[in-house]
Structure formats: structure tokens, C-alpha cells
């Protein structure tokens, strides 16, 4: 286990909107973050790569273990922390003004990888993000020429380019059609061979299809976390029961 | 019978209802209607009554000079010969000098108000910056002349002179009025305006973009770099246009600190003159009818550049950005 919160709370103004979640990530596996709207799965996943202080008022307290070292200790750089855990967002955010390479090169960019060294990195993070044979004529076509569905496809290459050990989605497939959620779900699991994978998602039948263990946040509480397919079958907490069987939510 | 005529009722209250629907606005609105419209339509007839009269005013001097009048650098009242090269000139070179210091000077204020000032600080901090665009013309020239030349020629110039004397840009001797001094009033007269459409503009762009360059672990200057500024060129480009305008039309403050010298140096330690400081000194010396007709014709020419200074500023934020510039509407 190398990513792990102990108590982690996190507020916005003061108010709390998780608290004191202790939860440990399995690696190598994709972990569901269920809950109903406003529970602050968001929240919680902003800050296992320290973006939730980038928001308003936004604090953490507790611990965020990345391989044993405290993410929010002192003398943590938050970019250091942020190349080796990556994020992928509900909409897709490509870099409107640049080419489909150079959206993959962007992190890449930043980290000082060798330009000799670029093209081969995009090539395979492409292709790791399942992209590559639909893009690979136009590479230095513009990004916003894609569709929903290849732009957040182009995301999930762009973050992984940088080599992170964890990747974090947050509703990766919320704005995309069936077909094109099917492919990044399809997509999820091919990952996670080489990715710790956390995935926030307000769609209970996404979490079951593609995660190992699962856990409910309720009213910015963590009320649950097990394997996936247990938590499906027999929850143990009464709240979990009823959300998974759709009586709030 | 008891059936239809309810049914009859129905028909003639439609009726009814459709004559009153079709029978137009009524004459309040219409009234209403005419005077927007008349009023919407001076604007620009107002405009094109500008140009013609000041094209029919500048018509002797068009005909006598042709273009030599836009290529030739003689301004001679006595023997009623007028070129206005060197106004041209000074126009175009006073207001590049301001934006080559003014376009960093407003875009790090805006990167900084929009990007890295405390959140308390924004507010005060973009309410000053836009105080400056309120203080009077007039008012920036006496500051010219007793606080910047004087500054300019113990402090700045002599070093300036000793590192880069040998540059076409720093020959000759600097008497205080200048080319320099002009471009550096124009400077700190657009700065305000460049910095105000461009905080609006990096307002405008998504949180997103920035969280997306910030997820990929780049820093937050990174993130300004890559993300932010490229989203909003169109809008920026917009915002240094604009500016540019402002500096092309500036009079007073201008004429005060930039010597009114009808002559073309390569060098900004060197007097020179614009075309909107030539017509405000000289309108009222204007003693033959030709000389007259030279300054509305030096007017002319500072109205069309003027309008094509817009439209390649127009043009430039659709080809950047077709369709979904950023924070152009403040255009
Ligand atoms: N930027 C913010 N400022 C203040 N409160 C916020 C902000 N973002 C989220 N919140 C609040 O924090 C709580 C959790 O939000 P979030 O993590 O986005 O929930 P979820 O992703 O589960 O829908 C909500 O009550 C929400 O109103
Ligand atoms: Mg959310």
C-alpha cells in the first residue's frame, strides 16, 4: 500500500466538507469513490495531489502518506507531488491552443524531458490511452478537432506522459456518451496493470464494472470501504445499503 | 345549436384576438422604435460627415502634395510647403517606444492582479491601476516636465549613454524633451487601459485550464505560461490594440515633454513630433488657407490610421481565436 489518508480533513472556509477519512489505496488496483452529490468526493480526491489548497479557502489537515512520506509535511514540494500523482477531470480540459502532441508534450514540457526523448513518449502514452490509431495522421492538428470522447482520452495520455504512480479521475466518463464511457472504462482497466487508479463517479454500475474496492462517502464522512464486490452484495452500513439501492442519491 | 354555438364563440374571440396581434406594435413603441433608430443611425452618419469634411478640407493640400505630403519631411510655413513625414513618424515611433515599455510593465500587473495577488489585495490593487487612466492629460505632461525629464537626464540617461551610446537609438545630446520622455508618458498613460483588458481577459479564462497544467506539476508561473496567457492571446492582442489606439490619439501630455520638432531621428534622446501635437500647437497659426488645409489633411491621416490600427486589431483577434475570443467584448 503506498497512497494512504489518516484522518484527513479538508475544509472550505473553515467548513469541514470531509472528515477525519482514513482510508489506504490498494496499488495496482482501482478504487470507486461513491456517494451522493456533495459529499465531497471531489474534495477528496483534490487532496491526494494537493490541488484542494489551490481552491478557496480550501485547508487539509491530517496525513496524505504517498510510499510512507506525508504529502502535506514539511519541506513536500505540492509540484513534486502533483508529477507523481496525476489527475484526470470531469470535463475534458485539453490545451485549446495546442497541437494533439504538444497537449501530451505539455507535462512532459514542464518536467524537462529531453525533446529527442518526446516523441517517443507521446507516441506510447498515446497508444496507452488508446488513442494512438486515431490520432496518429493528425498529431499536429489541433486538439479541439476531437471528440468529447478522444479529447478525454487525449487527458488521460497527457497525464500519463509524465509517468505518475497514481492517477486520479474524477468522473472521467460523467460528460461523455455510452460508447465513448465504455472505452474509457475498458481503458481504466488496462491501466491499472501498471497504475494505482482512484475513480470518483456518481455511477454505480461504472464503480462495480471497473474497481477493486470501493468506498461511500457520506455527508463528507467515509462510511464504508471494501472490496467492491462485497460492498455490492452485503454492505454492512445501513446508509451504504440504501444508496446502493438507489433509496437516496 | 347548443353544441355549435359555444364553439362559435371560441372562433370570434380568436378572431378578435389575431386582429389584435397583427395590427402591429403600438404607437408608443413605434415612436420609441423611430427615435432608437434615428438616433442609432446618427452615430455613424456623424462619422462619415467627419470624414468628408475633413477630407473636403484637407482637399488643396491633397491636391497640391500628392503623397509627397505623407513621404516628405519639409514643414515650411513661410514658403507654404508642408510634408508630414516627420509627424508621421514621430506618431508611429512614440507610440511603439510606449508600448515596447508599457505591454510588460500591463501584463505582469494583470498576471499578477489575476494569478498571485492575495485574494484581499485584488480588489484595491485593480481599482488603483485603474485610477490612473482617470488622471488628466495635462497632468501627466507637467509631470513630465518637472519630475520624469529631469529624472531622465541625471539618472537614467547618462548610463544609458555610457552602455549603449554606440546605438543609433542614443546618439546625439539630451536636452530633456524628447522622443524618450514621449514614449515613456504614453507608456505610463496606457498601461492602465492594457492592464484592465487584460486582467478581464485572464479573468475570463476557465479555472480549469489552469488546474490542468497545475495537475500535470507545473508551478504556478508554468501554469500562467502554458495555459492561461495562450488561452487568452486573442484577448490580449485585443488589449495591446487597444492601447495602441490610445497612444496614436494622445495630444497634450505628448506635446508637452516631446519637443515639437519637425525632424525624423533614429534617436529617442532627439526631439520629435506627432501628428495630434502638430494640429492641437499649430491650428492657431495656421495663417494661409494651404497650411490649413495641410493640418486637417495631417488629421486625416491620423483618423485612417487610426481605423486600420483597429481593423488589424480585429482582424488579428478572429484569426487567433475564431469565434470564442476571451474577453474581447471589452473591445
Ligand atoms: N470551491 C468550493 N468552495 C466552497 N465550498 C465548496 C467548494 N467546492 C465544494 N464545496 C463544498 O464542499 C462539499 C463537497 O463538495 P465536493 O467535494 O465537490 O462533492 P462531490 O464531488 O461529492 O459532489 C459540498 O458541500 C460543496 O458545497
Ligand atoms: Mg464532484
Redesign the interface.
Known amino acids: 500500500m503506498h497512497l494512504a489518508t489518516e484522518r484527513l480533513t479538508a475544509r472550505y472556509h473553515g467548513r469541514p466538507a470531509i472528515t477525519e477519512v482514513s482510508l489506504g489505496i490498494r496499488p495496482r488496483a482501482i478504487t470507486a469513490v461513491i456517494g451522493p452529490s456533495g459529499c465531497g468526493k471531489s474534495t477528496f480526491l483534490r487532496c491526494l495531489?494537493r490541488?484542494h489548497e489551490?481552491s478557496?479557502g480550501g485547508t487539509v489537515e491530517g496525513r496524505v502518506l504517498l510510499d510512507g512520506t506525508d504529502i502535506y509535511g514539511a519541506g513536500v514540494d505540492a509540484?513534486?507531488v502533483?508529477?507523481r500523482v496525476?489527475?484526470v477531470?470531469q470535463?475534458p480540459?485539453p490545451?485549446?491552443?495546442?497541437s494533439i502532441y504538444d497537449n501530451v508534450a505539455?507535462?512532459l514540457?514542464?518536467?524537462g524531458v529531453a525533446r529527442r526523448r518526446m516523441g517517443e513518449i507521446v507516441e506510447r502514452s498515446l497508444a496507452q490511452a488508446a488513442l494512438w490509431d486515431e490520432v496518429k495522421d493528425r498529431l499536429h492538428g489541433s486538439a479541439l478537432a476531437l471528440s468529447g470522447g478522444q479529447q478525454q482520452r487525449l487527458?488521460i495520455a497527457?497525464?500519463l506522459a509524465?509517468e505518475p504512480e497514481v492517477l486520479l479521475m474524477d468522473e472521467p466518463a460523467s460528460a461523455l456518451d455510452p460508447l465513448a464511457t465504455q472505452r474509457v472504462e475498458e481503458l481504466m482497466v488496462t491501466l491499472k496493470q501498471a497504475y494505482t487508479i482512484v475513480v470518483v463517479t456518481h455511477n454505480l454500475q461504472q464503480a462495480s464494472r471497473v474497481s477493486d474496492y470501493t468506498g461511500f462517502f457520506y455527508l463528507g464522512d467515509l462510511v464504508e470501504f471494501d472490496q467492491t464486490a462485497r460492498m455490492f452484495t452485503n454492505p454492512s452500513d445501513g446508509r451504504t445499503e440504501a444508496y446502493i439501492t438507489g433509496r437516496f442519491g | 345549436m347548443t353544441i355549435i354555438a359555444p364553439n362559435l364563440g371560441a372562433a370570434a374571440r380568436g378572431t378578435a384576438a389575431t386582429r389584435r396581434m397583427t395590427r402591429g406594435a403600438n404607437p408608443a413603441d413605434r415612436a420609441y422604435q423611430a427615435v432608437v433608430t434615428a438616433l442609432a443611425l446618427a452615430l455613424p452618419a456623424l462619422l462619415l460627415a467627419l470624414i468628408v469634411e475633413l477630407t473636403i478640407n484637407a482637399w488643396p493640400s491633397i491636391e497640391r502634395f500628392g503623397w509627397a505630403f505623407v513621404f516628405t519631411a519639409t514643414w515650411d510655413p513661410v514658403a507654404d510647403v508642408y510634408g508630414a513625414g516627420p509627424l508621421i513618424f514621430g506618431t508611429l515611433a512614440s507610440s511603439v517606444v510606449a508600448l515596447l515599455l508599457a505591454v510588460p510593465m500591463a501584463f505582469s500587473v494583470a498576471i499578477f492582479l489575476t494569478e498571485f495577488a492575495p485574494r484581499w489585495l485584488r480588489r484595491p490593487l485593480g481599482f488603483l491601476v485603474e485610477l490612473l487612466a482617470a488622471v488628466p492629460s495635462v497632468v501627466y505632461g507637467l509631470w513630465g516636465i518637472f519630475v520624469l525629464i529631469p529624472f531622465l537626464r541625471t539618472v537614467v540617461v547618462p548610463p544609458l549613454k555610457a552602455a549603449f551610446g554606440w546605438l543609433p537609438f542614443f546618439q546625439g545630446v539630451f536636452y530633456g524633451n524628447s522622443m524618450l520622455a514621449g514614449g515613456i508618458i504614453l507608456a505610463v498613460m496606457v498601461v492602465p487601459y492594457i492592464a484592465a483588458v487584460s486582467r478581464e481577459v485572464l479573468n475570463a479564462v476557465p479555472s480549469s485550464q489552469r488546474e490542468a497544467a497545475l495537475a500535470l506539476g507545473a508551478t504556478r508561473w508554468e501554469a500562467v505560461w502554458m495555459a492561461v496567457l495562450p488561452y487568452g492571446r486573442a484577448g490580449l492582442v485585443g488589449a495591446v490594440m487597444l492601447g495602441l489606439g490610445r497612444a496614436l490619439g494622445e495630444t497634450m501630455a505628448v506635446t508637452m515633454v516631446i519637443g515639437n520638432r519637425h525632424d525624423i531621428s533614429l534617436s529617442l534622446l532627439q526631439p520629435g513630433y506627432t501628428m495630434a501635437a502638430a494640429i492641437a500647437n499649430e491650428f492657431s497659426e495656421a495663417t494661409t488657407s494651404l497650411y490649413l488645409s495641410a493640418l486637417f489633411e495631417v488629421g486625416l491621416t491620423l483618423f485612417v490610421i487610426t481605423v486600420l490600427v483597429n481593423a488589424a486589431a480585429r482582424l488579428l483577434v478572429w484569426r487567433t481565436a475564431p469565434g470564442r475570443a476571451v474577453g474581447t467584448r471589452a473591445l
Open positions: 495531489n490541488m489551490l478557496d509540484v513534486q502533483r508529477r496525476g489527475m477531470f470535463r480540459t490545451f485549446p491552443t495546442m505539455a507535462g514540457r514542464v518536467n487527458c497527457r497525464a509524465t
